[in-house]
């Protein structure tokens, strides 16, 4: 098209957040923002300068007191908040590394570590948590890992989560 002009592209309005389901002896860790009225896996925005992976382990260390290790993705969701803003969100399995958990005020108000059974069907729990959850106490579909740059990463895919065809 010749002489055609396009309006100018708008300024990022994407928030990018990660968090992770980190479970052990067959319980889930999931906690209370003082703001939220339901239990989350712990979860935050990545900060300027960090990578996916920097970030799910600070807010899990922030949220909790515990520190972890990330391995796989569980899933990625997008959603648009309104016209102007729209939301990331990148899940990983966590494994424990050192710690025990405790409420962090002034945001988290409170932990739970839940059977896995009775998180998945927890309506305290947040939808979204629950998915993730789900996918991660499910088979490890083997999601491919890159060697991109020279680490061993969780690879991104545009959809991560596969339907439960048994239901």
Known sequence: MSGATF??????????????????NGRVLVNRAVYRTRFTVPSGYVEP??????????EF???TGVTVRVGRLLLTRHKVVREAESDVYFAFALEHVAGEPS???????EFREVPIAEALE???ISELSRLVIRVAAGPDPGWPRSAWK???????????????VSE
Do not use: K, N
């Open 103 to 109: 409420a962090r005020p002034p945001e988290i108000a």
């Open 49 to 58: 300068g960090e990578s996916l992976e920097e970030a799910v382990v600070r």
């Open 150 to 164: 020279g680490g061993e990463v969780p690879g991104i895919a545009s959809e991560t989560y596969l339907p439960d």
């Open 122 to 124: 927890a309506p305290w």
């Open 61 to 63: 260390e922030e949220e």
């Open 7 to 24: 309006p100018p592209l708008p300024p990022p309005h994407t928030r990018v957040g990660v968090g992770g389901a980190r479970i052990r």
